[in-house]
């Protein structure tokens, strides 16, 4: 039996196992500490230092990028005639489970390096990586950028800012 990795599934099961090896050590932190850290004073210290510190780049390419795989899917949804994004995703929900695939198939690989690289740059700013703050920073650095400009490609493509759409 021949197993073929992509390059996707190489670069998730990296993040998996480094999320997995740093586990041990955050668990150790919370119990000594008591401090979950997400949502902490150190925390938003600590997002503000990732702006100068290595890696820092990517809070430029990785929302344009985002913006860019946004802007080109919600041409296609306004091709096929379906709502703008956010509005699908709130209000129309035979719409809402093919959107959703969309935009995983769109930005999963994106996402999965955001990932990748906010902890690589925690461990070179910080010394120490905290698995939640990647999870939890890598994610809102593209999928916000995303779903805002799928809703203004779609918008843009059809030549209005504003279009009744009925809720079913």
Known sequence: ???VLSRSSIL???IIFIILATLPSTVRRLIQTGDLYLFTGRFFEDALAR???PGRLRFI???IVAIFLGARDGVKD????????????AFHGQHRREMLRSAFASVSDLVAIAILVD???QFLIFREIHPGAALLLGPALIGIPYGVARVFGNWASRGRRHQDYPTV
């Open 51 to 53: 702006l100068s510190g």
């Open 1 to 3: 039996m021949k197993i």
């Open 61 to 63: 390419l990785q929302p």
């Open 78 to 89: 306004a091709r096929a005639g379906i709502p703008p994004f956010l509005w699908a995703l």
């Open 12 to 14: 998730r099961a990296t």
């Open 119 to 121: 902890l690589i740059a």
